[in-house]
């Protein structure tokens, strides 16, 4: 597995309802480029969580979140990106975009793959996007 190594673009694009962390701010606990400053009594929500970049050795290092700028959570019922906001087109470009379009094709539950853009959320299908009003968490 791989390790962050000072990418922290989680910290900024996920929400924390434990600590009332919102998406698309930096997190009062994280030192930009270097980790969490709480990183011993961090919330078991940050705990768990691994991006999808640190997993899926499919993922070259342009997938890596502090380049791609998008945090890819992945669990066995959906993708869901989280897009910097400072980077908002980062989804569209490639090789992303064909990568989010192939995951939505061959998704085993047939989710499409979500894009969350501060409170903007689109749905990836194979044939098309979709912007939808509903939120998604990152569990």
């Known amino acids: 597995m791989r390790s962050c190594d000072g990418c922290t673009l989680c910290c900024k694009v996920i929400g924390v309802h434990e600590f009332g962390k919102p998406k698309g701010v930096w997190c009062s606990h994280c030192k930009i480029g270097t980790g969490c400053m709480i990183h011993e009594t961090r919330p078991n929500v940050c705990r768990a969580y691994s991006c999808r970049f640190l997993v899926d050795q499919s ?20 993708v ?18 064909s990568r989010l379009k192939q995951w939505s094709r061959t998704s085993p539950s047939r989710w499409p ?3 969350c853009i501060d409170d903007k959320v689109m749905a990836v299908y194979p044939n098309r996007d979709v912007e939808v009003n509903q939120r998604l968490s990152a569990s």
Do not use: C
Request: net charge negative; glycine share 2%.
């Open 80 to 97: 869901v990106v989280y897009v910097d906001p400072d980077r908002p087109a980062a989804w569209l470009q490639e090789p992303f975009y």
């Open 59 to 78: 993922l070259d290092e342009n997938w890596r979140p502090d380049r791609s700028g998008l945090v890819i959570n992945a669990d066995r019922n959906r």
């Open 113 to 115: 793959v979500f894009v």
